[in-house]
């Protein structure tokens, strides 16, 4: 089975502060999709990067970076000088499997508070 | 439009009530999928068109949920006699191609069963 395990429910930093949101995986797929996508309060989910399992290198996108270890089945999320307009919440999502429709399983969910 | 659409925004139904709910996804994409999403949870599968086919309704909690996408275009999910546990916001998803891309999602319809 797949699934996907964020531990942190809530965190709360002060601008200008680096966080890092966690994310777990189980899957016994050996080709799958890693994402993470970002909910603002207007409720659309914004798409913030894909990888897929056999590319193990860590991506940076402005104040964005993401590791991604399959030794400990992790794909973490960091933001840099984390700013007032990061405040929501986030979500890592799993998809893969022989018969992959990309359908996504997605985690709890952490929500992030910035305060100036 | 230039993204995924859906109607309405809110929607309070008494219980017992049937309810639909559209999305007009992205013009020409293949994939759409609906998920349910209970506050303060992340979303969850509930089914997968690949154009009007629907190849996957095994997240569908009861058989009172029922979608369709009779054109390959916009989609209708129906829930019929709607129950409180039913309360939920519905997102709808689409995507380019089936697989190696990543999904664009709607607002969503925020439901509630009174």
């Known amino acids: 089975a797949q699934k996907v395990t964020q531990a942190q429910t809530e965190i709360s930093v002060v601008e200008k502060e680096d966080v890092t949101l966690d994310c777990v995986y189980e899957t016994r797929d050996t080709t799958y999709y890693l994402f993470w996508y970002k909910q603002p309060p207007s409720g659309e989910l914004v798409f913030l990067i894909r990888r897929n399992s056999f590319d193990e290198q860590n991506e940076i996108s402005g104040r964005y970076s993401w590791n991604f270890q399959k030794s400990t089945s992790s794909f973490n999320f960091t933001i840099t000088a984390s700013q007032v307009v990061d405040s929501a919440v986030y979500f890592c999502a799993l998809s893969g499997g022989s018969s992959n429709t990309g359908k996504l399983i997605f985690g709890q969910g952490t929500t992030l508070q910035v305060k100036p | 439009g230039a993204g995924v659409s859906q109607s309405p925004r809110y929607k309070v139904a008494k219980r017992g009530q049937d309810v639909a709910l559209r999305c007009d996804p992205i013009s020409g994409h293949v994939s759409l999928f609906w998920y349910q999403q209970a506050l303060g949870q992340g979303p969850e599968f509930l089914t997968y068109f690949q154009n009007e086919a629907q190849l996957d309704k095994s997240g569908l909690p009861s058989d009172r949920f029922f979608a369709e996408r009779p054109e390959g275009s916009v989609s209708t999910l129906k829930i019929q006699r709607t129950q409180q546990e039913d309360s939920a916001v519905y997102l709808c998803?689409?995507?380019?191609?089936?697989?190696?891309?990543?999904?664009?999602f709607g607002q969503g319809t925020r439901l509630t069963v009174v």
């Open positions: 998803a689409s995507s380019s191609r089936v697989l190696e891309t990543e999904a664009f």
